[in-house]
Structures are given as structure tokens and as C-alpha cells.
């Protein structure tokens, strides 16, 4: 198909009624949709080049300081050739609190770097 007759396709598959969602809804649902097919085309075609290596705070600064929603993970899996699901785990062990991690996850280095990255953030905002 030629990307001409994709686009015309597209706007008119676009142009159609889904459940009488008005105008910004519609918009709302198709960009759901696309974060949704980007990142299971993230996690099925798209091989992390930098997975197994260290972060380093700078990027976890950076990940830390936005919120964390389907877009940023998968930007931020993009921007630094990780995986998806490695920037999501990235979110969780910075939003677990200490009280509910066990013994030997107090211990890993990677999640004490995550807490000190974002108590530095913390301490600066």
C-alpha cells in the first residue's frame, strides 16, 4: 500500500462515529490506541540496544522527573535503547515504598541508585 492510499484509509477510517465520543474524545482514543501498538511493536520488533547495561543517574534523573505514563516509557525506552518494561520497573521501584521491599532488594545496588536518584530530586523540587 502506498503511503497516499494509507493516509486516505486512515482519515477515513478516522472520519467514522465510535460511540458518539465527541471530537477531543475521539482524539483521546486513537492516540490510546497508538501508545498501545507502539509499545507492544516496542516489545515484539524493537531490539534494546543498550539492554543489561548500567543506568547512570543523569538518565534516571531524567525518567524520574516526569510522570509515569505510557508515553514517557516508551520515549524514554527510545531515547536510551532500553526496553520498555525496563523504564516501567524504573517507576515502580522509585514509587515502592522502603517499608514494603524485601531484604535482598534493599541490598540490590540498581534500587538503592533509584532511591537516591530520586531523593536528590525530591530534595531539589
Not at 516526569?66 to 516509557?73: D, F, G, M, V
Request: charged share 30%; glycine share 4%.
Amino acid at each position: 500500500m502506498k503511503k497516499s492510499e494509507f493516509k486516505n484509509s486512515f482519515i477515513e477510517l478516522l472520519s467514522n462515529n465510535i460511540d458518539n465520543l465527541n471530537y477531543d474524545e475521539k482524539i483521546h482514543f486513537i492516540k490510546k490506541i497508538l501508545t498501545e501498538y507502539e509499545i507492544e511493536k516496542d516489545k515484539t520488533d524493537r531490539t534494546p540496544v543498550n539492554k543489561g547495561q548500567p543506568w547512570n543517574d543523569h538518565q534516571l534523573e531524567l525518567i524520574l522527573s516526569l510522570p509515569a505514563t505510557k508515553k514517557n516509557c516508551l520515549k524514554f525506552a527510545k531515547i536510551f535503547g532500553r526496553g520498555y518494561g525496563s523504564i516501567e520497573q524504573i517507576y515502580r521501584w522509585a514509587s515502592t515504598p522502603k517499608n514494603q521491599l524485601t531484604k535482598e532488594r534493599l541490598n540490590d545496588a540498581f534500587i538503592q541508585q533509584i532511591m537516591r536518584v530520586k531523593r536528590n530530586l525530591e530534595l531539589r523540587n
